[in-house]
């Protein structure tokens, strides 16, 4: 069936009944071309409310503004309420850290947001490759442990990052991958949460993603993924955060996303050719 002009067909235009409408009402039925069009001033005035909600959500976007910074630490401060952040992850605008102490990033704030940016450091440390040779081991945990714990827990990892351990990762005794093969291991933060602060000691929990295996033709440990949580209990420590315990444990994990695995020479190079980075709150 066309339809007219009218927006009817040409068999319904001759069914529809027409009824009087009182002075003021707008007859429902009649064709959109018909209706009386909105005057200038009218249009005028749409086209200014729309000018000024553009002119609200882009300032209301705009990142890294003293508004924008307070508001983000007041949303994640726990301080006067028991010391528990509620506020989930979200940037504050701060600038991120600049020192470095063996190539893990140092000088973290004297506060909530300066602890979770050093836990999701410490994560990003403690999961990557350098942990499965000794010598960049036991630099790495010097650099994030407080001095106590760090002496307490290198012949523990020694032990656990044993040559049969190695092996089994397609590593040699020393932590090196075949010459044709990479080996990965990264951990990348999706979010932290602090679990309880104080002005000398906090508690932080890293939400991660993980990459792990061996990349390379006829590797029989191909790169997976990991999804966990890494709780660190930390300490200030002459004018930074240490930590002085942590655990691990499953989970939260998404489900798996319908995108094809890519070849080993990818994975290779995505990992040489994509650096990690310095995490802030």
């Known amino acids: 069936m066309s339809l007219g002009d009218d927006g009817y067909g040409e068999d319904d235009r001759h069914h529809v009944t027409r009824t009087r409408l009182p002075e003021g009402e707008v007859d429902p039925y009649a064709p959109a071309a018909r209706r009386g069009r909105p005057s200038g001033r009218n249009l005028m005035t749409v086209v200014g409310v729309v000018v ?15 508004s924008t910074s307070d508001s983000s630490d007041d949303a994640g401060s ?4 028991g010391g528990v952040s509620s506020g989930p992850t979200a940037p504050s605008g701060t600038k991120p850290v600049e020192g470095k ?3 893990i990033a ?5 506060s909530e947001q300066g602890a979770q940016s050093a836990a999701a450091n410490f994560a990003v440390a403690l999961g990557g490759d350098g942990m499965f040779k000794a010598e960049s081991r036991h630099a790495i945990v010097d650099s994030v ?6 002496a307490r827990l290198k012949a523990p990892q020694d032990q656990a990052y044993s040559a049969d351990f190695l092996k089994k990762l397609g590593l040699d005794a020393s932590g090196n991958p075949p010459k044709d093969k990479t080996f990965i291991s990264r951990t990348i933060p999706v ?4 679990e309880a602060y104080a002005s000398e000691s906090a508690k932080v929990s890293v939400w991660y993603t993980g990459l792990i295996g061996m990349a390379g033709t006829g590797s029989t440990d191909p ?51 994509y650096g990690g980075f310095t995490y802030a709150r």
């Open 101 to 103: 102490t063996g190539g």
């Open 145 to 150: 442990y407080a001095a106590d714990a760090a």
């Open 52 to 66: 000024l909600l553009i002119a609200a959500i882009a300032f209301a976007n705009r990142g890294g503004g003293d």
């Open 78 to 81: 726990g301080h006067g309420h």
């Open 191 to 194: 979010g932290t949460k602090v």
């Open 223 to 273: 790169v997976r993924t990991t999804w966990k949580t890494w709780t660190f209990d930390m300490k200030w420590v002459d004018g930074d955060w240490k930590v002085v315990a942590d655990d691990q444990k499953d989970g939260p994990a998404p489900v798996s996303g319908d995108v094809p695995a890519s070849s080993s020479d990818d994975i290779t190079n995505a990992v040489k050719e």
């Open 106 to 110: 140092s000088g973290f704030a004297h």
